[in-house]
């Protein structure tokens, strides 16, 4: 699907509609390149951000699809978080193989399988029952052939030695 630097990224879901570059909030995530097998890959218009215009990916899945490694590596983490101070939304993150100290993090994934130190393999590793369905629409959705969208599972590689700067606000209150 994709490439960032060492890493090669696969499609995380066996049926993808579409594949949406976006800007990351982490100054550390890496400008991601779209590779000839990406399904219908874009550019979304700009967030502002002041990241790469390609250092996020919404990979749009089939809802009833399971989610799969895109890298090989080991888990880092896996769980629960609060989506925009609102939202109960499930993540994981992977140390890839093909660049040690760096994360390949995975968010909107629903029914996370794996856990902290477990080994995946690209394509092939179940990491959660499907895609989270938001309960809003996201700027990928913007450009889905289909109504209702699909959900989409975001996908960022992460340079941990470049160090992130949260913006102002950006905490719950």
């Not at 990979?59 to 983490?77: L, N, S």
């Not at 029952?129 to 590689?157: C, G, K, N």
């Amino acid at each position: 699907m994709a490439t960032a630097g060492p890493v090669t990224l696969l499609h995380p879901a066996l049926r993808v509609e579409r594949v949406g570059f976006h800007e990351s909030t982490h100054e550390g995530a890496q400008q991601v390149d779209p590779a000839p097998t990406a399904a219908s890959p874009t550019t979304l218009e700009s967030r502002e951000r002041g990241t790469s215009p390609r250092s996020a990916i919404d990979v749009v899945v089939d809802p009833g699809v399971e989610i799969r490694a895109p890298v090989t590596g080991r888990v880092k983490r896996a769980g629960t978080y609060v989506l925009y101070c609102d939202y109960s939304d499930d993540f994981a993150v992977i140390e890839p193989d093909d660049r040690p100290g760096w994360e390949v993090k995975l968010l909107h994934i629903d029914g996370v399988r794996v856990r902290r130190g477990m080994r995946v393999v690209a394509g092939e590793t179940v990491m959660a029952r499907r895609a989270t369905q938001l309960p809003f629409q996201s700027q990928v959705d913007e450009i889905a052939p289909v109504q209702p969208a699909w959900p989409h599972v975001h996908i960022e590689v992460v340079d941990l030695a470049i160090p992130n700067v949260p913006s102002p606000g950006g905490g719950c209150k």
